[in-house]
C-alpha cells in the first residue's frame, strides 16, 4: 500500500543522506526529493513504475500504456508520461500503473501491455507480455470448496446457491480488435417461510488473499442468472467466499430495529469568500446499532429535486439504514427513490436519494423531516468452487 518509485541514482543516494546533504543535493541537481515517486493505495495493489532510458531523448507526443492481466480486461489500468497528461511531450518524471485485486499465490504475475497511441480512442492491440516475479506471494490458507447446490436457513429464509463461474468471452470490436471479458454470473435464490422469493440487497465475493467485489442488487431473484460482477477474482484458488445479503420476510420483528428522525432540515448556507460565516458541519445522529449517522449533503434549492446524500459510519454487518419517509414544511409526502450505492473501508457506506412529488410541482420545498429505519438482514455464506468457462453464461 505504500510504494516508492526506484529513481535513478540520484533519488536513491538522496534517500539515504541526512538532512544537510539533502539540501546540498538539492541545490545542485534541481531538488532532487521531488524526483522520488510515492503512492498509497488504500488496499494492496501491483504498482508498475515506468521512466525512460536515459538515453532517450525523442521529444515526440507519448503513448498511453494499457496494462491487463495476460487474458483479462477487467483489470485495466492506463498509465501515463507524465503524471495525468497524455500526448505531451516526453518526461523524466517516473509514472506508474495500478492493478488491483493483486495478492495471489502464483510467483509470477504476467501482464500484457498495450500502447494507446496519442489521438487514438480505440482499444489498443497486445505489444508484450512482462513475466513480472511476485514481489508477495500470498502463503495463507486457503478455502475448501463445498458441492452446489448448497442451502442455508436464517431467520425461517432458506437460500440456496444453485451456480456460480466466470464466463470467458472473446468480443470483436469496430476495428478487428480482439478482447478477452469476463463476467461472474450466480444462479441463487432466496425463499421466505411462504415459499415466496425475496428481495437480493448484495453480493460479495471474496479469495483468501483479500481480494473482493461487491456489487448490489436490489432485486427479487427467483432461480435467476445474472452478471452481477464485471470482472472476476482469480482461478489460483480452489475455493471463493460468496457471501449474499437479502431482506427477511414481512413480519419478522428484526425487519425494524429502530427509526431514527432528522428534523426541519433547511439548505445549508452558502460558503463565504471571505470567510467571516463559518458553515455548519452535516447533521449527525447516533442511534442504538449504529455508531453515527451522517447527512453529508442536502439540498432543497427551488427549481430542484431535493437531493439527501447518507453517510453510514462503523454499520455493523446485517445492519441496514434505509430513508424511509421525507415530508415537506407543508406536509407534503415526497416519493423516496435511491439512486446511489457505496461502500468503503472501515464498514462505511453511502447512499443517495432524490424526492420527487406529483403534488403543486411549482412550490418548492424549504424545509424537510426525514425518518430513516433501522434493520435487520439476513447473510448467508457459501464457499462455490472457483470455475472458469469459456462457454456463454446460460
Known amino acids: 500500500t505504500n510504494h516508492v518509485a526506484p529513481g535513478q541514482f540520484i533519488q536513491r543516494l538522496y534517500r539515504q543522506l541526512p538532512p544537510f546533504p539533502q539540501r546540498l543535493l538539492n541545490a545542485w541537481f ?58 505531451t511531450t516526453r518526461d523524466r518524471t517516473p509514472g506508474f500503473a495500478q492493478i488491483d485485486r493483486f495478492p495471489r499465490r502464483a510467483p509470477t504475475v504476467d501482464v500484457e501491455a498495450k500502447l494507446i497511441e496519442p489521438g487514438m480512442r480505440d482499444w489498443p492491440t497486445p505489444s508484450a507480455v512482462l513475466h513480472l516475479r511476485n514481489p508477495k506471494p500470498y502463503t495463507g490458507p486457503s478455502w475448501k470448496p463445498e458441492s452446489l447446490p448448497g442451502s442455508r436457513t436464517h431467520h425461517g429464509v432458506v437460500a440456496t446457491l444453485y451456480e456460480l463461474g466466470v464466463t470467458n468471452q472473446a468480443v470483436t470490436t469496430r476495428t478487428g480488435h480482439r478482447l478477452e471479458l469476463q463476467h461472474t454470473w450466480i444462479r441463487f435464490e432466496a425463499l421466505d417461510p411462504g415459499q415466496r422469493p425475496l428481495k437480493v440487497l448484495e453480493y460479495e465475493l471474496s479469495d483468501p488473499g483479500g ?15 445474472a452478471h452481477p460482477f464485471q470482472a472476476a477474482l482469480f482461478d489460483d484458488e480452489p475455493a471463493w467466499r460468496l457471501l449474499v445479503e ?82 415537506d414544511e407543508s406536509g407534503r409526502i415526497w416519493d423516496v427513490r435511491e439512486t446511489g450505492f457505496g461502500s468503503g473501508a472501515n464498514s462505511y457506506r453511502s447512499q443517495d436519494y432524490s424526492m420527487v412529488t406529483t403534488n403543486h410541482p411549482a412550490v418548492p420545498a424549504k424545509s424537510m ?10 447473510i448467508f455464506e457459501f464457499h462455490p468452487p472457483a470455475r472458469f468457462s469459456r462457454a456463454a453464461a446460460p
Open 30 to 87: 534541481k531538488n532532487a526529493a521531488a524526483q522520488v515517486q510515492e503512492a498509497r493505495t488504500l488496499e494492496p495493489a501491483l504498482v508498475l513504475w515506468t521512466h525512460p532510458e536515459p538515453s532517450f531523448t525523442n521529444t515526440l507526443p507519448l503513448p498511453a500504456i494499457r496494462l491487463d492481466y495476460v487474458g483479462r480486461s477487467d483489470t485495466a489500468s492506463l498509465l501515463f508520461y507524465p503524471f495525468g497528461d497524455w500526448g
Open 211 to 225: 481480494n473482493r467485489l461487491t456489487i448490489p442488487v436490489g432485486k427479487v431473484l427467483e432461480k435467476t442468472y
Open 246 to 327: 437479502t431482506e427477511l420476510p414481512v413480519g419478522d420483528p428484526e425487519q425494524t430495529l429502530e427509526r431514527v428522525e432528522f428534523e426541519g432540515l433547511t439548505d445549508p448556507p452558502a460558503d463565504d469568500e471571505t470567510g467571516t460565516q463559518v458553515r455548519p458541519g452535516p447533521p449527525q445522529k447516533r442511534s442504538q446499532q449504529i455508531p453515527a449517522i451522517e447527512l453529508s449533503l442536502f439540498q432543497f434549492q427551488a427549481g430542484k429535486n431535493p437531493k439527501v446524500q447518507m453517510g453510514v459510519q462503523g454499520c455493523p454487518r446485517g445492519i441496514r439504514v434505509v430513508l424511509e419517509k421525507a415530508v
Open 369 to 378: 423531516d426525514l425518518t430513516l429505519r433501522i434493520y435487520r438482514t439476513a
